[in-house]
């Protein structure tokens, strides 16, 4: 299930909420263990299986750290067994069949392939439930006691399947005692209803360019087609990526959880450095102190470091999906910030600020190319028409069609992806505010209630992930 | 912000998203919808079967967005917001300004053309039919308002040539190729073609008519001749069904020719003949209004005008036949209509049967490029 659905909004959470909000206090986590299922059984109700038993293996895993604390080998015995399993399970579900088709390519050697359905998610939980045995281990969270407040962490359903990345411990005390507020639930709604506009009114909307573009033989696009279609990409990934994080964060605060940051205006970054500081962030603190870190960050000299990057920077590209176009992205940012560290970021310094904005996004828009085609031929293509190298010409006239049909939604999200319309909000007077506020939530209920209705394209990305 | 200002916010939200789950649960489902012209996904029953596969779900969704209180209203909403955004179409469907009686706006869908491949294939169809019969074959494409109106077009909007896939098409094509697209092409401006349907109207037919009668060697009547009676102005089509753009103004319908007294039509609706007539008034009162002509599509139907002297003629076709097959009763013994999606035999041997003097294959440019039943020309 989706939040950006008519069931998500008009039954399942509805529903949800006065469920939640009817029972008595203590048994808000077993109801909300039990709704998450739901919430993740809607797709592929086989794989409430699989995520069943993901939580029982790391409750157990946490309370035999958590007992064997004082032996550190036992403890470490069973930190080990815990993340090989979930490590084996994450690869065989996302990679086995990628690897089997590129060792089959070899000579003699024919591995079958599986075809099996990705079980949704399950980058985010994996990486999730990976961590709390580890943090226990570390000393850095309290052992969870109860199988039911687990649970309900590992399968909670406004992160569940698109992020942001919860780490047990940033939760831990909510999931023992949540404080429910009017202040804390309005600003969930607000919060709910920004991802939502972003995802439904802008993400898919431009979306569509994109797709036109995408889905184009490499001889017919010009361009300015390809650079639409790219910037449209950049756009479409950012509204609906973060529209989500948005909306997970909304709805943890309606049920009283409060999770982290995700997404910081990443498009105005200055360097891509700081836009990984600001995309996704979840998922790069995850990589900081699980992977670059314990491997010795940036204490053990220029060389380790490049190391260690290039390791983290493999790895977060191919978390984003079992295709070796996601290695060599991850691969594409490794070189950025190592050329970076090694002196780009000094020279950066040095010129103007619009300058190094526009490298920023350019190099971020470039790497979405990679990212988002399926294979190295279509990337090569794609680049090609880039750069004038396809021979499509510079533009046609369905370009400047879709130019002007697309126009508006361009504007918007360009200033979108700035903190303006934030800053101008913050200055609102009180009163204005209190008449503002609820007036936009309307129009932004009725308009994307409008267009899910009528949904022609309504796009999840991230089933990949 | 006070307290006060976040009650109203929460009230609001809960409000809004209570309200419409509420009366989604009391209002009644309806199991089709005028509007869209489409049978609408009724409350899926739950079976563990249905759960495991998935089907559930998927109906289930279907069922809550095509089920949602005042869809229709939505839709239109949605179109709406698309045009304050600046744009021109929704869904594939041009919005399209024009002053031409009865119209304010024509709703063009876009056409893309088919790969090569998709025309060489059925025109090799064609061929075998051409070389397989004695008698006279001909092949007619009837091109779209995306081609003959295409100046009504938003600047530059993106839009296939169906002029180009004739030309293709003909070159290629062995039997006598007839000119539908000259005939309308220098009569655009008239009424030619619905502003919210993709058919051609009785005018867009009778020119239609004109380049039939000279490419088979008969002598069309001028229009003069005929008397107009406007059977309904309140006929909104298939582009006004698909596109939300619902404040448009509705076609009119035409019929141009009244079926003779020595007339009779069989329609074999279902294989078994049923006594037919040119017109079915019954769908004058439904939404689909251009079934009326010949009562819709069906996989044969044959009419018999009692001009004994005169040729038979066999015509395999789309739906646009439906309102041009009227003007050819006066040159014809019989008019045999096949629809090759829904009848499949042998045509040649149809055609020994039924004594068939002429074949005439007629498609409109959008349905030759993408129905996948005309390799049947062949057999």
């Given at each position: 299930m989706v939040f950006s659905s008519i069931l998500f909004l008009f039954a399942y959470l509805p529903i949800v909420l006065a469920l939640y909000y009817i029972v008595p206090a203590r048994w808000r986590n077993l109801c909300l263990f039990v709704v998450n299922l739901v919430f993740y059984g809607w797709g592929e109700p086989v794989y409430i299986l699989l995520m069943l038993f993901s939580i029982t293996v790391n409750y157990f895993a946490g309370r035999l750290i958590s007992k064997h604390r004082a032996e550190d080998k036992k403890a470490r015995g069973v930190l080990v067994a815990n993340t090989v399993i979930n490590l084996a399970m994450l690869v065989f579900f996302k990679y086995y069949d990628l690897f089997a088709g590129t060792i089959s390519l070899i000579p003699g050697v024919n591995l079958p392939t599986l075809g099996l359905e990705l079980p949704i998610g399950i980058s985010f939980y994996t990486f999730q439930t990976m961590s709390y045995p580890i943090d226990v281990y570390r000393g850095e969270a309290d052992v969870q006691k109860s199988y039911i407040s687990f649970g309900t962490f590992v399968a909670l359903f406004p992160q569940l399947i698109a992020g942001p990345i919860v780490r047990y411990k940033d939760v831990a005390n909510q999931l023992n005692f949540r404080a429910n507020s009017v202040e804390q639930f309005s600003s969930g709604v607000r919060r709910f209803l920004v991802g939502l506009a972003k995802k439904v009114l802008i993400a898919n909307n431009i979306g569509v360019l994109w797709d036109t573009y995408s889905a184009m033989p490499a001889g017919e696009l010009t361009v300015l087609g390809a650079w639409l279609g790219i910037v449209a990409f950049s756009l479409q990934i950012y509204f609906d990526f973060s529209g989500y994080s948005d909306m997970a964060i909304g709805l943890g605060r309606m049920l009283g959880f409060e999770f982290l940051e995700n997404f910081n205006y990443p498009y105005i970054s200055q360097s891509v450095t700081e836009f990984w500081r600001r995309w996704h962030i979840s998922l790069g603190t995850w990589f900081r102190d699980y992977v670059y870190i314990p491997l010795g960050g940036n204490r053990r000299g220029l060389g380790r470091q490049f190391f260690n990057i290039l390791v983290v920077w493999a790895l977060t590209g191919f978390w984003h999906g079992a295709n070796w176009t996601f290695l060599m992205w991850g691969l594409y940012y490794a070189l950025f910030l190592m050329i970076e560290k090694a002196f780009l970021l000094k020279w950066l310094k040095k010129i103007p600020r619009f300058i190094r904005h526009i490298y920023a996004v350019v190099v971020a828009v470039c790497g979405w190319v990679l990212f988002q085609l399926d294979s190295v031929r279509q990337v090569g293509a794609y680049y090609k028409a880039m750069f004038g190298g396809a021979g499509g010409g510079l533009w046609n006239r369905a370009d400047l069609y879709r130019l002007g049909s697309f126009a508006v939604i361009f504007i918007v999200a360009i200033l979108a992806s700035t903190p303006l319309g934030k800053k101008l909000y913050d200055r609102l007077p009180k009163r204005a505010a209190a008449i503002v506020t609820p007036v936009l939530m309307v129009l932004v209920l009725v308009v994307c209630t409008a267009y899910l209705v009528d949904a022609t394209y309504n796009p999840f990305l991230y089933f990949r992930f | 912000m006070s307290k006060n200002s976040h009650r109203v916010q929460i009230v609001l939200f809960l409000v809004f998203i209570g309200a419409f789950f509420l009366l989604h649960l009391c209002l009644p489902d309806r199991s089709f919808s005028e509007r869209e012209n489409r049978v609408m996904q009724e409350a899926p029953r739950f079976t563990f079967s249905e759960l495991f596969s998935g089907r559930f779900m998927t109906k289930f969704e279907k069922y809550m967005s095509d089920q949602f209180p005042a869809r229709d209203a939505w839709t239109t909403l949605k179109a709406r917001a698309e045009v304050t955004q600046g744009k021109q179409e929704n869904k594939n469907v041009y919005l399209c300004p024009v002053e031409r009686e009865p119209l304010e706006y024509m709703l063009i869908e876009r056409f893309d053309a088919p790969e090569d491949s998709v025309i060489e294939k059925n025109i090799s169809a064609l061929n075998t039919l051409c070389e397989a019969t004695d008698g006279e074959v001909y092949f007619a494409l009837i091109p779209g308002a995306g081609e003959i109106c295409k100046d009504l077009l938003p600047d530059d909007a993106p839009m296939d040539s169906q002029r180009a896939v004739i030309e293709k098409a003909y070159a290629l094509s062995e039997a006598k190729n007839v000119d539908v697209f000259g005939a309308l092409d220098a009569h655009?401006?008239?009424?030619?073609?619905?502003g919210t349907d993709h058919h051609w109207t009785s005018r867009g037919a009778y020119y239609g008519y004109t380049a039939f009668a000279q490419a088979m060697g008969f002598e069309s009547r001028p229009i003069s001749d005929f008397e107009v009676e406007t059977v309904t102005t309140e006929f909104y089509g298939t582009t006004y069904s698909s596109s939300g753009f619902s404040w448009v103004q509705p076609d009119h319908i035409e019929r141009w020719v009244q079926q003779g007294e020595n007339v009779t039509i069989t329609n074999y609706p279902a294989g078994s003949p049923v006594e037919a007539s040119l017109y079915d008034d019954s769908f004058l009162a439904k939404k689909d209004k251009y079934a009326s002509f010949l009562g819709g599509n069906t996989p044969q139907l044959v009419a018999e005008t009692g001009l004994a002297d005169k040729p038979k003629l066999l015509i395999v076709r789309d739906s646009y036949m439906d309102s041009a097959m009227p003007f050819l009763l006066e040159d014809y013994s019989e008019i045999h209509m096949i629809d090759l999606r829904y009848f499949r035999t042998s045509l040649r041997e149809y055609i020994a049967e039924n004594e068939i003097d002429q074949v005439l294959v007629c498609y409109s440019v959008a349905n030759f490029s993408t129905d996948t039943n005309l390799f049947l020309l062949g057999l």
């Open positions: - | 655009d401006g008239e009424y030619l073609f619905y």
